[in-house]
């Protein structure tokens, strides 16, 4: 499965390797964000969809 | 401090639900008749306006912009004011951008069929159109950003995040793909030109899927689907991490649309790469959203909008699971320009879009009408013979897809092809298509039955055209502690995402794009190719009119199945003067990069009077009134112009000349027919596509003898 790139690049394997590489960096970065996110904080935003403060909510209409 | 009391704006919704309905009959009535003609040809109905090249990008367009277009305004304008607490920045500005997306719409619907076309794939529309439909993006994005910045709640949720993403990226896509030199009100070339101009297109083609099709359904999936089932998504984590990495990678795998092409192979091999990397983030969100889910099975056994759901989601993970798999070079070569991508296009455009924006419709409709769903039944109905149909369209086509890639990839033991004439292979796959077209019958049927579904269930609650709510304002922002990890702060700072957005796709946009438009060992130039002459010119541009390009390709690639069938496998540097390239990616007709000389005049005259005079059982449309009608050469010498500005090598002057040139050759080709007895005005259009065709892959055939 591999062997199609490493055949075809045609002396620009630092290319391919640089791009895998920013994604590489990128990635760590976004995984370091996520583990400093705190739970609360979480929470909070997985119920915001849930509570849109209407006033004589759609709630009512839910079976 | 006190609450604050404000409106949402259902109206809006409303007019966004009602053209999604309506266009997505439209465009899907033009995909039924366009399947119809790939087997019954005489649907075209014998005039220029509805054959299959001209109506194809119609159904595209139709589809993509007008009914998954429609349905993205009017996901985002339900859920945005919502999620943000806050009607939307400015009415007028809603009204705008409603009526102008259908003014753009309703100009594709005329000038598609009249054939003005740039023949760019999902970007068919000429200047004119496009600066419009930037425009009205940008009233889009001022209405959106002007939300976000009066909202009542401080973090953005990530619904937002890819709206925002699909919003800087989509305005990127377009500008890039959209720079073309205008020639008159409805005529423009492309800037670039062969290798380039293909790179380009398809790095739009693809991420118009990936920004169009995929972002900003993922943020309705991630609002409406805790909406539906009551409960928050299975895990907000993966939803940034999901965000973040799908954005990152989709910029870079357009390439994967020209594999075996004459693209630098670097370039294919970075395609692949990410191509096959997408995988993850697309099943991290298929699987999140699945897993919102758990423990709520019973709930999706009677509720019609959680099934669509469902099933919506699946069709993404098929999609997303085959995308990759299709990227890899040697499954490519074999699936690539077959029935199997038009498989793979619409399991995602039926299952995928249309079945999410189906549960979106049925869920908001009675919610804004106050009111409950007018018939359950009716909606069961339509979920069962929407999946049925999505079946009845996609096994068809894969089998289509196998059959006519495995004919015409087979040798006969002495090592010639088995089928060397294409038309056999074609034959062979008629029956497949007559039940896809039965499939697709029967998803429109169930559109239909929702279209009077939700009409029932207006007429018999009251639009509440603006829904009350109360929430607290936002503190000032200097009161609040500067606490919080990074993205929680990202989460705040709107303009912040929308640049880290833009970042994250440009990155992978410049390393790919930049090395093939701006080095020119790149693409090695051939000195025997030489620039149409004025007459092959006005033919291409008729070429383009027609869209042939819908069904024929104009690349032969390194295959032995396909030199021994069409010739000599093409080189980057044939294409330096095709402004647009002419590609393709259907081979519903064989590819025409090689078609010069191989035939006479004579047979292309008639082949194109009627194709079955030449071809019996051909399925390709007649095109009689090239006949009938006179090129126009009002335009020669602003051609010529215009491809001398974009580095096409005529002679200063030479527009001058090209009137002369144009009718010396128009008259040798209409001698050459009188021999046939074909008598024919030389300032006929037949004339030109003729020229065009016969110059097809000359260049460079000229000191070798046709392999065919
Ligand atoms: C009743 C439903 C539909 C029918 C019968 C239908 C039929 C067709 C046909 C016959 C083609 C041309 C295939 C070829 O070149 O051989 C096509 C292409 C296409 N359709 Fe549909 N279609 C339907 C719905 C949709 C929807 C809902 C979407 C998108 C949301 C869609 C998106 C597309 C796209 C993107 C292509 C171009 C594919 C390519 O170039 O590879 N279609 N459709
Ligand atoms: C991980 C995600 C995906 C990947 C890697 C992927 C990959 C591909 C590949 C390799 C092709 C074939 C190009 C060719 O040989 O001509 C293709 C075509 C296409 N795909 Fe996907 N796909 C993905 C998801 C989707 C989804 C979800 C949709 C629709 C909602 C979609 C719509 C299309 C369309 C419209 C085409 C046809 C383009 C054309 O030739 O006109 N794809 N895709």
Redo the contacts between chains.
């Keep these: 499965?591999f062997k199609?790139?490493t055949e075809?690049?045609?002396?620009?394997?630092a290319?391919?390797l640089?791009?895998?590489g920013?994604?590489f960096v990128?990635?760590i970065v976004?995984?370091i964000?996520?583990i400093?996110?705190?739970k609360s904080?979480?929470e909070?935003?997985?119920?915001?969809?849930?509570e849109?403060?209407?006033?004589?909510s759609?709630k009512s209409?839910?079976p | 401090m006190q609450p604050e009391k404000f409106y949402y704006d259902n109206k809006i919704v409303r007019n966004f639900g009602i053209a999604t309905v309506i266009w997505g009959i439209i465009g899907m009535t033009v995909g039924l008749i366009i399947a119809i003609q790939l087997y019954h040809p005489a649907a075209n109905m014998g005039n220029q306006y509805t054959t299959y090249g001209r109506i194809r990008p119609l159904h595209t367009n139709a589809v993509i912009f007008a009914f998954v277009g429609n349905a993205i305004f009017m996901g985002v304008y339900y859920s945005l004011q919502r999620l943000l607490k806050a009607r939307m920045f400015s009415d007028a500005l809603s009204y705008i951008h409603f009526w102008g997306w259908q003014f753009i719409i309703v100009s594709a619907v005329i000038t598609l069929p009249l054939g003005l076309t740039t023949s760019h794939e999902y970007a068919e529309l000429e200047w004119p159109i496009d600066i419009a439909i930037t425009l009205i993006w940008v009233v889009f994005g001022i209405n959106m950003f002007g939300t976000i910045f009066k909202r009542r709640e401080r973090h953005l949720y990530v619904a937002i995040w890819f709206y925002i993403a699909t919003f800087v990226t989509i305005a990127v896509l377009h500008i890039v793909n959209s720079l073309e030199l205008p020639v008159s009100a409805f005529k423009s070339y492309m800037v670039y030109a062969g290798v380039q101009d293909a790179l380009v297109q398809w790095w739009y083609g693809h991420n118009a899927v990936a920004f169009f099709l995929t972002t900003p359904y993922l943020g309705m999936m991630y609002y409406f689907l805790p909406k539906m089932a009551n409960r928050p998504i299975y895990s907000y984590k993966l939803s940034i991490l999901h965000f973040w990495a799908l954005i990152f990678i989709y910029i870079w795998a357009g390439p994967h649309h020209l594999l075996y092409t004459t693209l630098p192979g670097w370039a294919q091999s970075l395609g692949v790469a990410f191509s096959i990397m997408l995988i993850a983030p697309s099943w991290g969100g298929m699987i999140n959203g699945l897993l919102t889910l758990r423990g709520a099975w019973d709930k999706v056994r009677d509720d019609v909008t959680l099934k669509f759901m469902v099933v919506g989601l699946t069709a993404y993970g098929m999609a997303t699971f085959e995308g990759p798999m299709l990227s890899l070079k040697f499954v490519n070569g074999f699936a690539h320009f077959s029935d199997w991508i038009i498989a793979h296009v619409h399991v995602g455009a039926l299952g995928w879009n249309g079945f999410l924006t189906f549960a979106i419709l049925y869920w908001l409709i009675p919610r804004i009408y106050k009111t409950e769903l007018f018939s359950k039944k009716l909606a069961s109905f339509h979920f069962w013979i929407g999946t049925l149909g999505i079946l009845f369209y996609a096994i068809p086509m894969y089998w289509a897809g196998f059959t006519q890639s495995l004919m015409l990839k087979e040798f006969t033991p002495e090592g010639i092809l088995k089928y060397p004439n294409f038309l056999e292979t074609t034959l062979q796959i008629l029956p497949m298509h007559m039940m896809r077209s039965a499939g697709g019958a029967m998803y429109l049927f169930g559109v239909i039955v929702m279209a009077y579904n939700l009409t029932r269930t207006a007429l018999q609650g009251k639009l509440l055209a603006n829904e009350a709510a109360q929430a607290m304002p936002l503190e000032p922002v200097h009161t609040i502690v500067r606490e919080g990890a990074w993205h929680r702060r990202l989460e705040r700072k709107p303009i912040k995402m929308l640049i880290a957005a833009l970042l994250v796709i440009l990155v992978g946009t410049f390393v790919e794009l930049m090395p093939t438009l701006t080095i020119s060992s790149n693409i090695p130039t051939i000195a025997s190719v030489k620039p149409y002459t004025p007459l092959e010119l006005e033919g291409r541009d008729l070429y383009i009119r027609e869209g042939c390009s819908n069904c024929h390709s104009q690349t032969v690639r390194p295959f032995r199945s396909e030199t021994e069938r069409y010739g000599e496998y093409s080189k980057a540097g044939e294409f330096v003067y095709d402004h647009p390239f002419l590609w393709g990616s259907k081979r519903t007709g064989p590819d025409l990069a090689r078609e010069g000389q191989k035939y006479g005049n004579a047979w292309h005259y008639n082949h194109l009077m009627d194709p079955r005079l030449m071809s019996p059982g051909s399925i390709m449309p007649n095109y009689d009134w090239l006949i009938t009608q006179n090129l126009d050469t009002s335009l020669t010498k602003k051609k010529i112009n215009a491809m001398r500005t974009l580095g096409v090598p005529y002679a200063l002057g030479y527009e001058n000349k090209a009137g002369q040139d144009l009718d010396k050759q128009a008259q040798g080709i209409a001698d050459n027919l009188a021999k046939d007895h074909i008598k024919v005005k030389s300032n006929k259009e037949v004339i030109a596509i003729i020229a065009y065709l016969q110059r097809l892959g000359t260049d460079i055939k000229a000191n070798k003898t046709a392999s065919k």
């Design positions: 499965m199609q790139f075809n690049i045609n002396g620009n394997q290319y391919l640089f791009s895998l920013i994604f990128f990635f976004v995984s964000m996520l400093r996110i705190r904080h979480i909070h935003m997985s119920d915001l969809p849930l849109d403060s209407t006033i004589n759609t209409l839910e």
